[in-house]
């Protein structure tokens, strides 16, 4: 149990992770609450569920649901620098699929609902499951406390 957790604690010092944990936990966050809340003039999990459903995510709710778990609980874990490096593997599998099944066919700009959103935030979460939270983490404390 000890080596799992040292495995998905593990994180490279330095304080670079910090502003994207931050920048990309707020949107993911803010996204999650959208999809499962309707918060943020979001449509909910029914809402998001039809709309899913109307491009093809069947079980729309389902897709709904684990979309909206994985950007909400996925963008907490950033914002608390804990489990990233497991959060952020989630969020780039979301980001993918969103890019895929949404975006990708409408070229790179927002403009025109684009992916150039998504792959900004497939980056960072890329770059995140590569580097880890960083010094100033919930992931470094667990991780020293494991190790001693």
Sequence with gaps: MKDL????TSTESGFAALPLRIAAGVVFTA????KL???FGGHGLEGTGAW???IG????VLMAALAGSAEFFGGLALLLGLLVRPAAVVLAITMLVAIVSVHLSNGLFMAN???EFGLALLAISV???IRGAGSLSLDRAIGARVSH
């Design 5 to 8: 957790l040292n495995k998905l």
């Design 31 to 34: 996204h999650g609450a959208q």
């Design 37 to 39: 809340f309707g918060w």
């Design 52 to 54: 899913m459903a109307s």
């Design 57 to 60: 995510l069947e079980p729309g």
């Design 113 to 115: 609902n684009g992916y």
């Design 127 to 129: 770059a995140l499951a």
